[in-house]
């Protein structure tokens, strides 16, 4: 019972989340006993509004990281206070300052992720301050210090808590990498079913689009690394995570490829048990997986069942039933394939049993820094934005005009706490339609609920004091819960806002005030993603397709030269893997906010979620070579291999330029394409040709979707 009640401890207090939550509710907490004991009511809101805005601006980094953001942020939120104070007491002047503000900082966004937050926060401090001045230069000006005092006090806070604990963020990172791995074993454990009326295209869809939230999670605990890395040799713990992490990514390539057609093999192997075998090995790697996953968050040791190794026991046995069997015309590629897979799967557990090892070093702990070296670069990135082509920019203008429509509408209705439309814009805007249109939902819904909690607490609670402590539990829940759960986050800080008001002396008439605002800034932002410079994804699909494509042909690349040097995985490998699946995983993306957007703005569906699955399969051949590199002898690649390679290589260059070329020139993929298959052998002579040329039969059919969903309707 002890050791339970220790494991859930530690699952807590791991959780990112909770880890943010538990950091605000300690600055709050100071900030409410210092207000009492110093009989501070009056400027306690303006201070918790500063301790909130900070929180919006913190990212995953170590201490020093972590102070430079702070400090970053500080100044930013120095440069909007002023910017306020300039612009009262004329609604016009500022009216303007908080849309070139909000366009500016939106832009920023494009340097980072710790640039994005110090401009969301930034944002956010601004339409705080203004609320606090309450239309008063001199009113601005008092505020000001409560304001910054609170987001510095915040920033002490969490930089104390980087320098303490900095191993909690990488745990929650690690572990949910590992529990997505798991669900995408399991995923493609069901492609191995060898049933012939099973949807295997819809399976294949699921599967291509639960990749990208592994990838997304790939890429969040590579830049939780990274944050920690300093320039001596890392501690042991670190280590520990990054060969983890490192096993991760040979685990997800490993799981990623695919030797044959699924369905091939199903009719090729009918009344043999050895796919249901291999189905097993990744069913129960997958369950490893999960398990990994929650030792790692729980701080324990990964146990071992002997499950895994009776698992591939069987598997090979069952192999070597089909070796032994009388042969039959046709079956050697098939059987070649699935002994292929057979490895694969071995070699599968053997990566995940190294990485539930303790101790070791990986041979390269090289990671790529993807953020802006020098300003020269920063600016780079900047200028890059600035046309109607870039969703940022697109969004920038569009939240800079809702804002505006926004303050408009609050100064129309007299509204005195009318700010809060505004905030509901700032929090519900994003760049995609789909996006925008569920935060806004969200967003109202917890308003509701916030309101009828914040009411019962008023009721409940009548004494000034469990009001405050109130307050501060809806502040520390709020910024635990505002990237994971909208409703609650949103829920909690109307609460905090209805039971602040009730302090000072300002409830009445706030329920039906504040639901009239969420409303309206909930239907401004959407309206605005639908209608001003609307980000729909038919724009950006096509372009995203070829991104993948051409991203595949450098991973091909890569991995040839892994076929004539030798298998080495160092950093030039990773990285060009990793960027095949960034943009296999954005394709996928792109299709699934497509579905969500008004039917008439969409592509062909079907075609685009064709394409995605054709592009994924395209991506598990690769990854299959990519598998057994080091596997055969390394040196020149033969004729026929090296010819095949090239082949495919232009073909995906090909297809690549003409995804972004004009409608017309679209019917040249099929005969450009077409060439690139390799001729079609009874027994393959290698895995490297055979791979290429499963790869190469797939061009004719990426062609011919891409034809379809750029078609007009």
Request: net charge positive; with cysteine.
């Amino acid at each position: 019972m002890n050791d339970h009640w220790i494991a859930n401890w530690n699952r807590t207090l791991n959780h990112e989340g909770v880890t943010r939550g538990v950091q605000a509710l300690l600055a709050l907490s100071c900030v409410l006993a210092l207000g009492w004991l110093a009989g501070w009511q009056d400027e306690l809101m303006p201070v918790v509004l500063g301790v909130l805005a900070s929180a919006f601006t913190e990212t995953d980094d170590d201490w020093s990281g972590r102070l430079k953001a702070q400090l970053l942020s500080l100044c930013a939120f120095a440069l909007v206070v002023a910017a306020v104070w300039a612009a009262l007491p004329s609604f016009v002047a500022l009216a303007a300052v908080l849309a070139l503000s909000a366009f500016v900082l939106t832009l920023l966004g494009a340097l980072g992720e710790r640039y994005r937050a110090i401009a969301f926060g930034a944002l956010v401090l601004f339409i705080y301050t203004a609320l606090s001045a309450q239309n008063n230069r001199d009113h601005a000006l008092e505020v000001a210090p409560y304001l910054l005092g609170g987001a510095a006090w915040y920033g002490l806070v969490s930089l104390a808590w980087a320098a303490a604990w900095p191993r909690p963020t990488v745990r929650h990172r690690l572990s949910q990498l590992y529990a997505l791995l798991g669900e995408y074993l399991r995923l493609k454990a069901q492609l191995l079913e060898p049933v012939g009326d099973i949807d295997l295209a819809g399976r294949r869809l699921q599967l291509a689009l639960h990749n990208g939230r592994v990838v997304d999670a790939l890429n969040r605990t590579k830049e939780s690394l990274f944050s920690r890395l300093g320039s001596g040799a890392p501690p042991a713990w670190m280590q520990e995570a990054m060969r983890q992490y490192l096993a991760a990514q040979d685990i997800h390539e490993r799981v990623s490829s695919s030797h044959e057609s699924y369905a091939v093999l199903a009719e090729a192997f009918p009344r043999s048990d050895a796919l249901y075998r291999c189905q097993r090995v990744l069913s129960v790697l997958g369950e490893q997986a999960l398990k990994f996953a929650q030792a790692i968050r729980d701080r324990t040791r990964a146990q071992h069942a002997g499950t895994t190794a009776r698992a591939i026991e069987d598997m090979q046995a069952a192999l070597r039933h089909l070796d032994a069997a009388p042969g039959v015309p046709g079956l050697a590629g098939p059987l070649q394939a699935l002994h292929a897979l057979g490895d694969n799967l071995t070699h599968l557990a053997s990566v995940f049993a190294s990485a539930m090892r303790h101790g070791g070093v990986a041979p390269d702990l090289l990671l790529f820094d993807r953020q802006p070296q020098t300003l020269r670069e920063a600016w780079r990135r900047l200028r890059a934005q600035l046309n109607l082509r870039s969703a940022l920019m697109r969004h920038a203008l569009r939240l800079s005009l809702a804002l505006l429509v926004a303050f408009g509408v609050m100064r129309a209705t007299q509204d005195p706490h009318g700010y809060w439309i505004l905030l509901t814009v700032v929090f519900t805007s994003q760049p995609h339609f789909g996006a925008t249109l569920s935060r806004a939902v969200q967003r109202a819904v917890g308003t509701v609920v916030g309101l009828a909690v914040g009411w019962a607490l008023i009721r409940l609670f009548p004494g000034a004091l469990l009001q405050a402590v109130c307050m501060v539990l809806a502040g520390a829940l709020f910024i635990g819960k505002r990237q994971t759960d909208l409703r609650t986050a949103a829920g909690a800080i109307t609460a905090l806002v209805l039971l602040s008001f009730h302090q000072m002396g300002m409830s009445q008439g706030v329920i039906p005030a504040r639901l009239l605002d969420a409303a309206l800034g909930s239907a401004i932002s959407a309206l605005a993603a639908w209608l001003v410079l609307p980000n729909w994804q038919a724009h950006h699909f096509p372009h995203l397709a070829a991104q993948a494509l051409r991203a595949q042909a450098g991973y091909l690349h890569a991995i040839l030269l892994q076929y004539q040097d030798g298998k080495q995985d160092h950093l030039a490998y990773r990285l060009a893997r990793r960027n095949a699946h960034n943009a296999d995983a954005a394709l996928a993306n792109s299709y699934g906010a497509m579905r969500k957007e008004p039917r008439r703005t969409r592509l062909n569906e079907a075609a685009c979620g064709q394409f995605v699955v054709l592009s994924h399969m395209l991506l598990n051949f690769l990854s299959a070579l990519g598998a057994h590199r080091g596997e055969v002898e390394t040196g020149a690649l033969d004729a026929l291999s090296s010819q095949a390679a090239e082949q495919l290589q232009q073909g995906l260059e090909s297809l690549s330029q003409l995804l972004e070329q004009p409608l017309l020139h679209l019917p040249v993929v099929y005969r450009s394409a077409g060439t690139a298959v390799p001729p079609a052998e009874p027994q393959a002579r290698s895995l490297l040709r055979s791979q290429l040329r499963l790869a190469s039969l797939l061009l004719p059919e990426l062609g011919q979707q891409a034809l379809l969903f750029r078609a007009p309707r």
